[in-house]
Every structure is written in C-alpha cells, then in structure tokens.
C-alpha cells in the first residue's frame, strides 16, 4: 500500500485541490487511523431537510477531487439495500482510503490511501440515506418509514440545499452513481432530478446522467436471470437445467406448477453454499458474537440485506424485491428463517463497524455521538421500507430520450443481480446498437465486454467481479469510471 508523505508536489496539489466558499465547520482535519496527509480537501456533515413530522438529518462525507475539483465531475455515491449505508462504498469500494484490520484485535482499524479511489477523477458525494440509514437519523422515529418515491424525493431535497453549501460546484458536471438496490435509487432521484430542472428549480443543478452498478431493475428480468447465469457459469447440471426450461419455461420469478417448485429446489440446493455476492469468493461466516445487531434479534446478515423484519419462508425481499431462491423450506437448509438458508453471512463489515462506531471518529468527522444517531450498522433496521414503485425500464427510456448519458454495468459473478438479466433488459430497450459487442482492456488484459447503443446508452461487463465491483476489481472500475466521465471511448 502506499504511504503518503509531504512534499512540494504536494503543497502544490493542495493548492489546485482547494475548494473555496464550502462550509469550513465541515472541513475534517484528521481522521483516527490515519496518519498521513489527504490528498484533496474531505467535508462531512449534516444536511436538514423537513420531515414529516419534525426534521430529518441526511449525513453526507464529501471528497474534493484529486485532480481539478473546479473542473471535474461531482458524483453522488448511494448504496443499495434498500436501507444501507453508503459508507459501505466509501470503506469498501471507491472511498480515498483502504481499512486495514488493527491490532490488537478490536482497536481501530489502520487506513492507507487507496490507489484507485474514484476521487482521482472526480468530486464524490456519499450520502447515507433514506433517514435512518447509517449516520442519518431523526428525533422522531415516523420519518424511518420511506419508501422508493419518498427517497427520491428527500435526497432531490438534500441535493438543492447541498448546493446552496457548496455552490461552486454548480457548474460542475453533476452525475448520480450507486449499486444494487440503486438500481431504483438513482432513475427515481434522476427522474425528481430533471423534473426540476425543467421548472426552474434553483439552485440549478447541472445534471448530465447516471451510472449504475449490478442494479435492481425490473422483476421479470432480474427474477428470471438466475438459472441461465447458474448454468451458464456451470453451477448446475444440463439435466436440471432441461428440466426447470421444460417444466417452469424460463418463468423463475414466479413458478407456473409444483413440478417447477421442485426442479427450483434443486437449483438452490445446488448452489446453497455460495455467496451469492461473489461466487468467486468465500462466505465470512461470522462468530456467534456478530450474530445479532442492537434493540432486534435479527441476524446481523439480515441487516446487510436491507430487511427490516426477519424473512418468511414463503415470497421473501432481497433487495426490495421478491426473491425466488428463497421460496423454499426444504432445499437442504436447515430451517425457514435460518441463515444458512438465507445465504447472508458472506459480507464482512467488521472494520466499518469498528470505526464508524468510535466516537473519536464521529467527531473526526462531524457526526452526531451514538446516543443521538443511533449505532451505525452497515444496513438499518430501524428503516420500515416500502417498494412502491414497479420496473425502472419506463424510467431509463424517460431520461435517455432527453439526452441524458446512462452506463449500465454489471460484475459477472454476481449472484444477487445476474449479469444475464441486466444484459436482457438493456437490449429490451430497443435501441440501435453502435458498438457492437466487444471486449475492454486493462494493461493490455481483457477486463470485461461492452455493448454500446445509441441515446447515449452503453451496458459494460467486467470479467470476475462480484456484486460490488470497485471492492473486487479496483483497477478496473477506476479505469471504465473515469473514461466514461471523461468522455473518452472505454
């Protein structure tokens, strides 16, 4: 890892780094854990807006680019769940830093600079919302109930009144970025987005497009995606496979007959053992201390997911919507609600945890003590969230046809939102193809394929990454991020 030390070079970054009229109470000066020199300016902080009843306050860590922050993109960062923190991508993904594990065991975690942080390029807003969510917190408990539509409409609330904060960044090429459950997230906060640009909403906001990552999208295309990436990455047998086309006909969101449940439970006990987020990868399978999460019961794991109530064994959410993989009692686990069955011990958040729930750290970083913003979890189970919207296909082909920029990308060893579906709904758009199917390069190495439409539409692989693509393949995601902001052919 790298270690960073003071030099005139520096100085001189610094320098080109300032960001002027910004909030100075907002301004962190050190963080615990780190002992070298920020590269660019870092800000975190509160944005008030109104709730209903009382106020609600949105914590947000903002970066300011290593590279030319009066020029450079801004970019809001927002993780999925529903109902995970975004921290989750600053610690884990794309944030300045890398979280080291600390000795001995239980002290804070070490961080070094990370390579391959998207602040290289760009301006990086994360945001911890809905209210409730991570540092986020309100003094009445009725504003943790949200759902699709009142999210949008609160960060569009968050994001005027940043600006007013920070308006030398409103000519800033301004982008909406997130993963998973971003997959509503960010169409529905482009589409608050636009609607005020087009009535004049001020501060206007200079909104150029989206990205998005592995992202929830549309039920059928995203429910029906899972057994061909099961076959297709050699998970299952051919003759399992015959039988669940011939029996189900490709309907695995929603089983036509109880002969096609029982061929589903053999796809699932294929593959009970994986983590799905990466299936490359080794579950974390936590001790018995992590097992539960303050004031519930619950699972840690379920926490990870975004639930807010323990699973039934029947119909049950994953990432807001309802997951086959989970419909079954009998698929060799060993009991409906279990952890094992449920396949959610494969994340490891022990270094956010430790760190976010320091109060040195909190105060490092301008957030309130525990006592009033509650523990930080990776995902809030004090947020009761609602899916009140259906397929965001209506709303891509709404904001592509108004010029608006999208990138669609997707890790191939994702388990949780397949690849397959994600490559199934893109193409469902009907746009002319204008770059045909080819592959990327990294050093000279093929990193993924790409698909370019036309209305400014581009759908982009990378080879071995999981649901979390910038924690899996840093190098790469910094590579296709920063081309695509630029403008510059991937």
């Not at 600053?90 to 002290?107: D, M, N």
């Not at 993963?179 to 987005?193: F, N, R």
């Not at 579950?283 to 539960?292: A, Q």
Request: charged share 20%.
């Amino acid at each position: 890892m790298i270690k960073f030390t003071c030099s005139i070079t520096l100085a001189l970054l610094l320098t080109v780094s300032s960001v002027s009229a910004a909030p100075k109470e907002s301004l962190i000066t050190s963080l615990p854990g780190f002992d070298g020199t920020l590269t660019s300016e870092h800000y975190a902080g509160y944005v008030t807006i109104d709730g209903s009843p009382g106020k609600k306050n949105l914590f947000y860590y903002f970066i300011a680019s290593e590279r030319k922050p009066s020029k450079d993109p801004l970019v809001l960062w927002l993780n999925g769940g529903p109902g995970c923190s975004s921290f989750d991508g600053f610690i884990y993904e794309h944030g300045p830093f890398k979280f080291h594990a600390g000795k001995p065991e239980g002290s804070l975690p070490v961080l070094h600079l990370n390579p391959f942080s998207w602040s290289k390029v760009s301006n990086i807003i994360y945001l911890d919302s809905p209210c409730g969510v991570g540092l986020s917190y309100s003094d009445n408990p009725k504003n943790y109930v949200t759902g699709d539509l009142q999210t949008a409409s609160d960060t569009h609330a968050f994001l005027l009144k940043w600006f007013e904060l920070y308006p030398e960044f409103l000519s800033n090429p301004f982008y909406i970025s997130g993963e998973s459950y971003a997959g509503v997230y960010v169409p529905t906060l482009a589409s608050e987005v636009v609607k005020g640009i087009q009535i004049g909403e001020t501060p206007l906001i200079n909104f150029k497009g989206y990205l998005i990552g592995n992202g929830v999208t549309d039920e059928k295309f995203d429910g029906n995606a899972y057994v061909p990436f099961a076959f297709g990455m050699g998970l299952i047998s051919s003759d399992i496979y015959e039988a669940y086309q011939t029996t189900c006909g490709g309907k695995f969101s929603d089983p036509p007959s109880e002969t096609c449940q029982k061929n589903l439970e053999k796809v699932v006990r294929a593959v009970s053992g994986l983590n799905f987020y990466d299936i490359l990868e080794p579950c974390y399978h936590n001790s018995e201390t992590k097992n539960e999460s303050e004031n519930t019961n619950m699972p840690l794991g379920f926490h990870q997911m975004g639930m807010t109530k323990k699973p039934l064994p029947k119909q049950t959410r994953m990432f807001g919507r309802a997951s086959p993989f989970w419909t079954t009692k009998d698929a060799g686990a060993s009991s409906p609600g279990s952890q094992e069955e449920f396949h959610i011990e494969c994340v490891d958040d022990e270094a956010a945890v430790a760190w976010l729930n320091d109060e040195a750290v909190r105060k490092a970083i301008h957030a309130a003590p525990a006592s009033v913003a509650g523990s930080w979890w990776i995902c809030a189970s004090r947020v009761s969230y609602s899916v009140d919207t259906g397929s965001m296909i209506p709303y891509h082909k709404n904001l592509t046809s108004q010029g608006y920029r999208v990138l669609i990308y997707s890790g191939d060893h994702d388990m949780r939102v397949p690849f397959t579906g994600t490559q199934a709904w893109t193409r469902s758009l009907g746009y002319k193809i204008i770059d045909e199917w080819r592959p990327w390069m990294t050093d000279d190495q093929v990193a993924g394929y790409l698909q370019g439409y036309d209305n400014n539409f581009t759908f982009l692989t990378i080879k071995g990454a999981g649901h979390m693509v910038p924690q899996t393949k840093p190098r790469e995601a910094l590579e296709f991020f920063s081309r695509w902001l630029d403008g510059k052919p991937i």
